[in-house]
């Protein structure tokens, strides 16, 4: 026996299988043309942009629906200074001693060391963590369902409605990313996941020659 509610489901949108062909090859184009971006304008984005993001974002489905993800939106010059000082020192580790070759090989396409003045220059970070558990009421903590998953599945959506705003993003790991905690005040539930660079490309931007897998490789029918 089940207490659950139920509401009727708002009727889809009116289409045809054409409509719907157009719409989803347009919408595979415009999320075929975002690239991670490490170089940014300072150009301002003005807050309410990214909170309407923040809305889609908030959208995704979730573990028991337990929504376990919180942003932090920093656009405060001092605080980004602060983040960019203690990711660029984890960064430093990571390339000089922390990495395995192999790691280092990978990555070597992309260009990246670990320098990270993208963290001051873009208008916006989104810091991402995901809650592990739910706070401590009564000294009982309740459980968080596939944290990680729901978070990931947001942050996709996240991405996805900044690009489709016009902005550029970078999903930079810094790891470990405790510091984001203590710079942002998060308590010890809420696990660090991702900080999402946001912004506009700097003039002149250029970005990796890497290429996307075609369908073939990636997805099969049966
Ligand atoms: N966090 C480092 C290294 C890095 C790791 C992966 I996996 C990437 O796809 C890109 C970078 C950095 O941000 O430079």
Not at 111 to 123: I, N, Q, R, V, W
Request: charged residues 25%; hydrophobic residues 40%.
């Amino acid at each position: 026996m089940t207490n659950a509610a139920f509401v009727p489901l708002p009727p889809p949108p009116a289409m045809d299988d054409d409509q719907r062909l157009a719409r989803a090859r347009e919408f595979a184009a415009m999320l075929g043309k975002r690239r991670t971006v490490r170089d940014y304008a300072p150009t301002p984005v003005p807050r309410e942009v990214i909170e309407a993001c923040l809305q889609a974002a908030g959208t995704a489905p979730s573990g028991a629906n337990q929504q376990p993800w919180s942003f932090v939106a920093v656009s405060d010059p001092a605080l980004k200074q602060r983040i960019r000082v203690a990711a660029e020192a984890e960064e430093r580790d990571f390339y000089e001693r922390r990495a395995p070759d192999e790691w280092l090989e990978a990555l070597a396409p992309l260009g990246t060391d670990d320098h990270k003045p993208f963290l001051e220059t873009a208008p916006w970070l989104i810091a991402v963590f995901y809650e592990r558990t739910g706070p401590e009421i009564d000294g009982r903590k309740a459980k968080r369902y596939y944290p990680h998953e729901s978070t990931g599945i947001a942050c996709g959506m996240l991405i996805a409605a900044l690009h489709n705003a016009g902005l550029a993003t970078l999903t930079h790991t810094p790891s470990p990313m405790a510091f984001l905690n203590e710079l942002l005040e998060r308590p010890r539930h809420e696990v660090p996941y991702l900080l999402l660079v946001v912004g506009h490309p700097a003039d002149g931007c250029q970005v990796p020659d890497i290429r996307r897998k075609p369908l073939d490789q990636f997805a099969r029918f049966r």
